[in-house]
């Protein structure tokens, strides 16, 4: 339900949000297991919205660039759906895992089929069926991004790839595990390489929110190219929604009521169909993972303006 | 996304769905484990859609009472929210379970706080709240719906209430383990006493669907009174979608896109926010517990109408 | 291997291990969930040891009766494979639980069907057996244990019985929970009286000691007629030895080397077979469940002696 | 309890053992993940004694090499007890699994310390301090086994370790989840390469049987020196009976009453300590991975000679 009218701009609600979340005590705590990550001032917050036209509005650092990490998840499932469709789900599921990200319980219990395409072991299957059908993996990600948010100097971050790859050894282990049920077809550490790059993309809010208004656009790219069918964007959609902020989906889908995506850097995405996109930042993480601002910010924003899918 | 236009009658599309459905193959199985819902023929069908002004459209045996099963925990879901708020989240969680609707094992490891208000641990404790509340949950169900409805000859079904009784050892398991964690309040013959009365309701899709335009209308009642705030009113929505359909909310939110809570009767009922409810019935049921029929019914009449959350 | 002379007698050892016991620092906490076993001292001690023949040597405590709690258990067992063999390992396993002794998980992989004799959903199929053939379990119990201890004023406690009946939400959970996988042949309510009954049985290191001896001497009883086979004699000390005491059999095989059945009264009881039995009582609990006097005081006896089955 | 006089032979009793094995009907399984396992005939049968002072008695194909797999696993624990003694306990714990053998499960539960010595992640770890501590552990366990076997010509096979290799994805994802908890001290493909080597020695029942005499011996090696304490032999005796044969170890303490490991070429060894050691060895397995025909055998034969630890 949208109440907004169409003439209404984004900018005063943004600021208003802004201004509320400059008041917050807590923040949450950035992630630690890498440098990269563990530097930043969790107070950071930026938020942007992109309309379906391109045209977008920003408030705090939503300029500034910071680590997607989970964030180019969706991406990624996206580049594969559109070559293989249904097919996909054959490797991985698309329920809710209930579990911790990193959770390998489930994964033997279901025979090396993660549960869906967000946690780690989904997110390499992906990687890995993208890696097969095009050889490059990432630079399809890159190529992507780059054109959808019409920012060409979007790049990954050598440091951080290195850095996830010295701290890799659960991502190896999720790889070796699925490998020994046939669930993986290309070399571990090619696809482990892979896997690193795309955590270590470095993008803005506002690169985000525009990146990911396909979704809003039922599968429409920004040069009103096809990417999804309208029903494979639904899709994507609603596994964002079940499945996008770790064991945190429901409570997410509670306060906030829109598909999203989050990443322990701090960042999350969300999609508005029909309407628009919003992308996040704030480094400062509850115990689940999600930026404790950034869900406080989404929050607002749904209840001032009465966008919500439900 | 409504595509509709808004002088459209759902009647064509239901009888549209209808024919299709007919000519489905495979129908699932009934459930066996108590006799009234073992002898249902699995490809009876009937569904309902029922407008934010009560008109109601249906095709099949859309007017044929059945076992409503799981279908009351979203009422009494609705009527605990309304009374206690928030509250009620100390008790219960509101993550997706991913796992099947009898476990035990995540109630054991969260101390006995379980998971969701639709799985049956969370559904007990729905229930004894509104009991301690009321002093008759069940009453206070069976006269919510009964207005709701406008069918004052709605009632349980007292030979499968007592069935489920003869048959309630996992049930009685549960009460049992979480009044080990102190988070039962009544005693346990009462609370399943309570319990098994509800799930015995019988109803029809016309019932059903007209019973939860509540959520379609964001919390007000038939009568105009409000039952729900508007943001409770998206909360319960987002727990159907999230929660409602055991361990395939991932697949129902994937096909469907609508918040849907489905029953081991074999009923469906779905809400498309803002626009009107839906309630499908068919008695034969896939590995999960949902209906079979029911599930392709909606998946299609969301493809055909273009109707969505996403 | 015994490397004891046959004319030994077993008084100095004990004594010489009261007096290290006494300078212990730490004993453990008592048992807090019902009032009888919270107002036990932490500090109390005493051990017995007998010979085949009904000789008993003893120190501090020893013929302080104690709340034997799940020591119970090994002579249910006993009763049990007395009267039906082989079959009743359709009923429960005989493997470790590798898992806290409520834990309802395996129960739940496992259809129903207990890890083991001595957790307590495995006693509970094990009491619910012996009321089958018998009709009184209890009863049958507290013969054999007045008969082969000769004291005839050992008797069950009714407080500690109804304490452990108004605690008793998670084993009447577990008992309901394998009726559901048709595991239990009599009523709940019952069971857990019969259950409940065993486990307030109040006796003595001494008493207990003496008890235990038909173990010792390859299944004969204190009078010389026979109960268990030689086989079956040896397979209770195997089960016994694999998982007698929670989830810490193995270390307690590492420590100490015997077969051994802990109870959360403090009570332990052990056996050398062909050789004595012993049983030692100190209140204060490990956080496993195990008393950490008696634990240490078998394992310095084990160690002193050069007894083990190892 | 030893039954049999000090001047019985055991030639008699595997004979006869041998001959009642010959009529068995099935013989389980051969494991086909890699081929030199596939290639065995299921009903090869053979079975060693050998006594304290070297006496070796057999039966069958006794002297046939057999790919021995996790029979090392109790070598590599005695050997890195010997060096770093109880330390070693706080890298890998001593309590049956309860579990499957590659089960994931509790080493995520557990933090990364696996359960036991004898489940593969334990002899990971286990090998891993040996590598640390010698430099060459599959060397040191090779020199140990040649020098207590008196069989200079025994070896690894290249062959089969590369098989394991191949097919080594679950003991590479094991490697790395421990190593991300800090678990492991060398290079993952350092430590797999020493793993799989251990793995593939080939050797006969009696050069196994002879290799186990030390823990018979309470710790003295064939030449009189003493590699483990008499404290320390008991405690690898211990965890042999609680954990050495997968998630069987109470059914075969239940059958066969002594300690013992078994790997899934077929292999058993077991331990009557102060009096002898046994090895058995034949292909088929059943579904837990022991050999049919080895574990019936070592069964009879503490039924035939009333040896039992019980």
Not at 96 to 119: A, D, K, T
Request: proline share 5%; with cysteine.
């Amino acid at each position: 339900m949208v109440i907004m009218t169409s003439s209404m701009t984004f900018q005063p609600v943004l600021e208003h949000i802004a201004a509320e979340v400059e008041r917050m005590p807590g923040r949450g705590r950035v992630a630690d297991y890498i440098p990269a990550l563990a530097a930043r001032d969790p107070r950071r917050f930026g938020m942007a919205v992109a309309e379906l036209d391109g045209t977008v509005y920003g408030v705090g650092d939503w300029r500034e660039p910071f680590s997607t990490q989970s964030l180019t998840k969706v991406f990624t499932l996206a580049l594969v759906l559109a070559r293989e469709g249904d097919e996909l789900w054959e490797y991985v599921g698309r329920e809710p895992s209930g579990n911790p990200f990193n959770s390998l319980v489930q994964l033997e219990y279901e025979n090396g089929i993660p549960r869906n395409p967000f946690i780690n072991a989904g997110a390499l299957v992906v990687t890995d069926r993208l890696q097969t059908r095009t050889g490059d993996a990432a630079g399809e990600l890159l190529t992507f991004l780059r054109s959808e948010s019409g920012n060409a100097r979007l790049d990954f971050d050598k440091d951080i790839a290195d850095s996830e790859a010295a701290h890799g050894d659960r991502n190896a282990a999720l790889a070796h595990f699925m490998a020994a049920y046939g669930n993986i077809g290309n070399p571990i550490p090619v696809l482990l390489d892979q896997y690193f790059r795309q955590c270590s993309l470095t993008a803005s809010c506002a690169d985000l929110a525009l990146a990911t208004t396909f979704l809003a656009r039922h599968g429409l790219r920004a040069d009103g190219s096809r990417l999804l069918t309208q029903s494979q964007a639904k899709q994507v959609n609603a596994v964002m929604l079940t499945c996008g902020t770790y064991d945190a989906a429901g409570d997410f889908a509670y306060r906030v009521g829109l598909p999203g995506k989050s990443g322990v850097g701090g960042g999350i995405i969300a999609v508005v169909p029909g309407r628009c996109t919003l992308c996040v930042w704030s480094p400062g993480l509850d115990e689940r993972g999600n930026s404790v601002a950034g869900v406080a910010a989404l929050d607002r924003f749904t209840t001032l303006t009465g966008v919500s899918v439900f």
